[in-house]
């Protein structure tokens, strides 16, 4: 089995480049020495790629084996967080280091949410893509953007061609969620991709992205690259070389699995035990979206290659991450997102680069806010947020007074039209809620008055909603540390108000 999977995915990198060998996929790409001077012209500055997936939960990586290699020659992430377990309000987080209560976007569509949002406010003005292009990187932006940017509203003043400031390079499609039948605008010029094989939308990434990195080899300047995939989102199509892969492979079933929390909220509670028909879907789509992530481990594969073939590799951080988790049964729930959870809220980050720490994990809290004002860190730059840089934990620190608490703020029931994300009651539908996570616990407030405080050292996979044992002075306590971070504008206050008691 292992080696029929080595020689697929050899098979694959030569799909993507057309140039890669068996033998050279089946293993992957180790990094340079460390220490020595990197060779080409960007060598002053480091390269960065950025490897954004879509609704990619952790227990998703033990499939990874390209992932896995990073992890081996990086800095894993145990405690990195989303600002919203939603596509669109992540991404405007990542892009311009801020939370939804400063980027407006706290939905993917509608009057409070989705790209257009992101535009009418100028929001595209303030992204660290713009940064890096005036300190003089050379910038790519390759398929998925912000939700609702082409095919939006007819009477939008934003053409399907439009490429927002900031980026060298744009090959961004609109519904790439098939994987087929998409078109790209390619710097401005609309492309459709159909369903031939050579038209899989991971691959064409890839593709792509090789020839970003073979054309900065030669620019004299460094880059930025991201990658910003569909897959494994719904509908979970794999490339055709992975669709017979893990035959019987089911989803883990933790301790949460078809579990109800005591006294959950309204919007959770009721709900049924799993059927077996709901079981067996469940299993297919995580299945599924085990399948879905071999293109993206193949295109990291190809994207290192590349790397290494220019010898930039040990001049390149490399950050591999996603938009949001996904629950796949917990909590009695159908494929879905959008809670406070950990299955939502914490996903993979996975950093290699010059001076990054080899084979090592920090548990030091991060969210997706500080990704901005990291790459502008890399690049020699600055970008105003809400985020903080984590460049001293990239080197090798362990500061003293790192914060302790990060925030999640939600709109919800969403119900909106032409949202890929809409969910029934049976993947759970949040009220709108802010939710505070520290090492310790998770604390939730809904708008409609209801809340949940689950001690996270006890109770790890949040099945006590113990907030009725609060004495009324820790709830108030709750509150006003909560309200400081809702309230928070800048990177100073936010990065104070990060900070909180670390009882109850």
């Known amino acids: 089995m292992l080696l029929g999977f080595a020689v697929l995915a050899g098979w694959a990198l030569a799909t993507i480049t057309g140039t890669a060998s068996v033998a050279s996929r089946a293993k992957p790409v180790a990094g340079a020495p460390r220490g020595t001077a990197a060779a080409g012209k960007s060598a002053s500055r480091p390269n960065i790629v950025f490897i954004l997936t879509d609704d990619l939960s952790t227990d998703l990586i033990p499939y990874m084996r ?61 992204t660290f893509n713009v940064a890096l292009q005036l300190a003089g990187y050379r910038t790519a932006m390759m398929g998925k953007y912000l939700n609702g940017y082409m095919g939006g509203p007819a009477e939008s003043p934003v053409p399907d061609t439009y490429v927002p400031p900031g980026w060298d390079e744009w090959d961004v499609a609109g519904d790439g969620y098939p994987e087929y039948s998409y078109t790209l605008n390619e710097n401005g010029t609309l492309q459709y991709y159909g369903h031939e094989p050579q038209d899989y939308l991971t691959d064409v990434l890839a593709r792509k992205g090789v ?21 494994p989102h719904r509908p979970y199509t794999p490339a055709p070389r992975d669709a017979g892969l893990f035959p019987g492979l089911k989803a883990p079933e933790p301790p949460n699995f078809d579990v109800l929390p005591t006294d959950p ?33 193949d295109m990291i594969g190809a994207i290192e290659a590349a790397l290494a073939a220019h010898h930039m590799l040990r001049n390149t951080y490399i950050v591999f991450s996603s938009d949001n988790g996904l629950h796949t049964g917990e909590y009695r729930l159908m494929p879905g997102k959008l ?39 890399i690049g020699g730059t600055t970008l105003p947020g809400d985020g903080h840089s984590l460049m001293s934990l990239l080197e090798g620190e362990q500061p003293a007074d790192w914060r302790n608490a990060i925030l ?23 009220t709108t809620y802010e939710a505070m996570r520290t090492h310790r616990f998770l604390y939730v407030e809904y708008a409609d008055g209801e809340r949940e405080f689950y001690d996270l050292v ?44 670390k009882d109850p």
């Open 66 to 126: 390209q992932v896995r290699a990073l992890e081996a020659r990086g800095l894993t992430f145990e405690d990195y967080f989303v600002s919203d377990s939603l596509c669109c309000p992540s991404r405007a987080s990542i892009f311009t280091g801020s939370f939804p209560h400063d980027t407006g976007v706290f939905s993917n569509v509608g009057p409070d949410g989705g790209f257009h949002v992101f535009y009418d406010r100028g929001e595209v003005q303030s």
């Open 211 to 231: 020839d970003f990195i073979d054309s900065s080899a030669g620019s004299g300047q460094p880059f930025f690259l991201e990658l910003a995939t569909f897959a």
């Open 265 to 297: 909220p309204r919007w959770l509670a009721g709900h049924p035990p799993l059927t077996a028909r709901k079981v067996r879907r469940i299993n297919h789509v995580f299945r599924l979206r085990v399948q879905a992530v071999q293109s993206v481990d």
């Open 339 to 377: 809670t406070a959870f950990d299955t939502d809220i914490r996903v993979p980050l996975v950093v290699t680069g010059p001076q990054v720490p080899e084979g090592k994990t920090t548990d030091a809290m991060a969210e997706n806010i500080d990704l901005a004002k990291t790459f502008t860190a």
């Open 408 to 430: 999640v703020e939600h709109h919800g029931p969403d119900v909106g039209k032409n949202d890929p994300d809409a969910q029934d009651r049976t993947s759970g539908n949040p």
């Open 458 to 501: 006890s109770d790890p996979y949040e099945l006590h909603n113990i907030v009725a044992s609060l004495a009324p002075g820790e709830l108030a306590r709750l509150h006003a540390e909560l309200a400081k971070l809702e309230n928070c504008h800048t990177g100073s206050t936010c990065w104070a108000a990060m900070h909180v008691d």
